[in-house]
């Protein structure tokens, strides 16, 4: 069976919703418009009145809307060298970026990660990762893998939605094949999943062959997943797989720490112990998002999005295929109706109605709170142990943040935004910052509110409570967020390994059209918890120094989980273009600083004895905390900035597209749209 990449699922027993009057007409619209474009298609009949047109873009069609798009091939690094040592022309520069991982120490490779200097981990060889518009002419040139999936299924997907751009009215543009499901003329539409390939990643992910902070994980994250995903999917389980190796050593700081508690005398031992382990804590943050930053830079040197995005300049982003335009708005640029607009000052007007409807979810955090409180002092009254209730707030909290994502995505929704990164920024404004509250407000009322309040912590200190708290609250979330997760995913992924791959197009496509649909938000989702369960490493980190261990533990389960849940469900849309995730970062560098202040403020004024250190040693408290404000903004200097290494390739890249380096034919250095394959 000739590999389809594209499936259209149409109800031919009942009518549209929209404009067009059936789904036959729909149907045979499409057909006309894939025929025109060239693409091969083919309409099988499915099951209770369905429909399935699917769509297969060949080599050469994909090449040529490949230019169009303003893609990117990479070129093979064997050839461009040969045809370098050929011409007398060769790259200068960093010497050490052509060595190999064992000819450099471990030390200078952390170094280099961290601060941008030398090659890191990443182009260490000068004449690889460089990319050149996709372009026929460069078949000589093109990795064997270079038509392999994302890339020629996100083609077709965008020439199939070009091609059918069928007649629009004035609110709705058209916005690729999605469009139709958003206009009511298909049931669905999205890519099909490889089988075999499928087959292998469930297998994969049930056996759990790779530890999470392996680098054989790393490597399978930015090969396997980002050539099948793309790069958005790939980019979280990278960075899943980063976070969880440098989590390994705050693990053992704080197990480090709680040994230290254990077995020394309590005094100024254990205080100056937890100071410690408060800077370190701060060094750590500030080295972990720095070192990020630098990686997240060479892979996406490495999947030539930093290239295309260079090549292709500043270029119109795709609108949202939900998104619909006010009735007889005119555009304020061109004065006309020709597309569809919102005014913003509508948009302002429901974004204030979002922050009001955020204002009384939080308002309904705190609440639950107070009434969880009242639980727990009627239970210590009757005789009955107060971990009940911390239990109970920490079950509602789960359910509370689980609950923020429905509310943000449909108050994105009324906002319509008319681009994808705006629609999802709103979304991970809202649930962030009520996840954050909601998650935290317990303990921080233990921690500064409650002694104030209640004149003390019950038969424990304050600062024993906040860790009970925060280690209670951390594990109900994992344990209730694992568990959830993992029994359908698991049983969903057996499935998808025990299938075999079927010569039958109607009944491939027929098996994923049952599967769930993958939403964009799922990864959005995903890096929300990164980004909660950081917090709970960090905020409380001296109080709660076994949460890291505890974090560590979940994220071997979790990589399972998250790869288990996108192979369970039907193949989500590859992404091409993402080249940061800054957006997320920020806030665990912002969770990072706030770290500080926190810890400092449990050590000084919560911890037993920590009064006392900071009256007989005022000059070294002050030289702690000042250098753990320091490595705070030392992280925050380095964001959006790339690492030498990267910028030096970048420039190899441009060089060797120039008429200068005489490296490319004329017609392979055209940019796209220009010269003939």
């Known amino acids: ?51 399935v047109i699917l769509v297969r873009l060949p080599d050469a069609e994909a090449a040529r809307v490949a230019e169009a798009y303003g893609a990117t091939a990479p070129i093979d690094a064997a050839a461009l060298q040969r045809r370098a040592a050929a011409s007398g022309t060769y790259f200068g520069g960093d010497a050490s970026l052509g060595k190999t991982r064992g000819e450099r120490g471990s030390c200078r490779r952390l170094l280099g990660s961290i601060f941008g200097f030398g090659g890191g981990k990443g182009a260490r060889n000068p004449y690889a990762f460089l990319h050149a518009p996709y372009k026929a002419a460069l078949a000589p040139l093109l990795a064997s893998d270079a038509l392999e999936d994302p890339l020629r299924v996100a083609l077709a997907w965008r020439a199939a939605g070009a091609a059918a751009a069928v007649d629009q009215d004035e609110s709705a543009p058209w916005a690729g094949l999605p469009s139709l499901v958003a206009r009511g003329d298909a049931v669905a539409a999205f890519p099909l999943h490889d089988e075999g390939r499928r087959a292998a990643l469930a297998v994969l992910a049930k ?45 053992a700081a704080g197990l480090a720490l709680v040994g230290i508690v254990a077995c020394a005398p309590a005094g100024a031992v254990v205080a100056f112990a937890r100071l410690g382990a408060a800077a370190f804590m701060a060094v750590w943050c500030a080295l972990l998002c720095r070192s990020w930053h630098a990686r997240e830079g060479r892979l ?20 949202r295929a939900a998104f619909r335009g006010a009735a007889g708005a005119l555009d304020p640029v061109t004065g006309r109706a ?30 639950n709170v107070v009434f969880w409180k009242a639980v727990h002092v009627r239970l210590r009254s009757a005789g009955l142990p107060g971990v009940i209730a911390t239990v109970g707030n920490a079950v509602a909290v789960f359910f509370l943040n689980a609950r923020a994502m429905d509310t943000a995505t449909r108050r994105a929704d ?47 200190d304050c600062f024993a409570a906040v860790g009970h708290t925060a280690v209670v609250f951390f594990a109900v979330q994992l344990t209730l967020g694992n568990f959830l997760e993992l029994g359908p995913a698991t049983r969903a992924a057996a499935a998808a390994a025990a299938a075999a791959p079927s010569g039958d197009a109607a009944a491939t496509a027929a098996r994923q059209y049952a599967l769930a649909e993958s939403p964009d938000v799922d990864t959005l989702d995903d890096y929300l918890e990164l980004t909660i369960q950081f917090g709970y490493c960090v ?13 560590l533990l979940s994220n071997v389960l979790e990589a399972k989980v998250d790869l288990l849940k996108r192979v369970a469900k039907r ?36 911890a037993p004895g920590g009064r006392d250190v900071l009256n007989s040693q005022p000059r070294a408290v002050a030289i702690v905390l000042a250098s753990m404000v320091a490595v705070a903004r030392f992280a925050y200097a380095g964001r959006g900035k790339l690492p030498g290494d990267v910028e030096l390739q970048l420039q190899r890249n441009e060089y060797v597209l120039s008429a200068d380096a005489k490296l490319l034919s004329p017609v392979e250095r055209a940019a796209p749209g220009r010269g003939e394959p």
């Open 539 to 551: 905020l409380f980190f001296v109080a709660a120094p076994v949460a890291p261990f505890l974090a």
């Open 571 to 606: 193949r989500p849309v590859p992404t091409l273009d993402a080249t940061t995730i800054q957006s997320y970062t920020s806030a665990c560098l912002a969770l990072g600083a706030a770290a500080v202040l926190t810890n400092a403020a449990l050590l000084l004024y919560v």
């Open 414 to 460: 009324a906002e319509n935004h008319a681009l994808d990164a705006d629609y999802d920024s709103a979304i991970f404004e809202y649930v962030l910052a009520f996840r954050v509250i909601n998650s935290y407000a317990q303990i921080f009322y233990v921690a500064f509110v409650q002694r104030a309040l209640e004149g003390g912590c019950g038969h424990r």
């Open 1 to 51: 069976m000739a590999q389809y990449h594209v499936a259209v699922v149409l109800d031919t027993g009942a009518a549209t919703a929209m404009r067009l009057t059936d789904a036959e007409s729909v149907a045979k619209r499409l057909l006309t418009r894939f025929a025109d474009a060239g693409l091969e298609t083919a309409r099988v009949s499915g099951a209770d009145d369905r429909s």
């Open 338 to 367: 020709d597309r569809p607009y919102f005014p913003a000052s509508v948009r302002a007007r429901r974004r204030f109605v979002s922050r009001i409807r955020l204002a009384f979810d939080v308002l309904i955090a705190l609440l």
């Open 207 to 251: 056996d759990g062959v790779h530890t999470v902070w392996s680098r054989s994980y790393g490597r399978f994250a930015e090969r396997d997943l980002a050539r099948y995903f793309g790069s958005s999917v790939a980019f979280y389980f990278c960075w899943l797989s980063h976070y969880a190796s440098w989590l390994r050593y705050l693990a």
């Open 300 to 319: 996406a040197l490495r999947w030539g999005t930093l290239a295309a995005a260079k090549l292709r300049g500043v270029r119109p982003r795709a609108t």
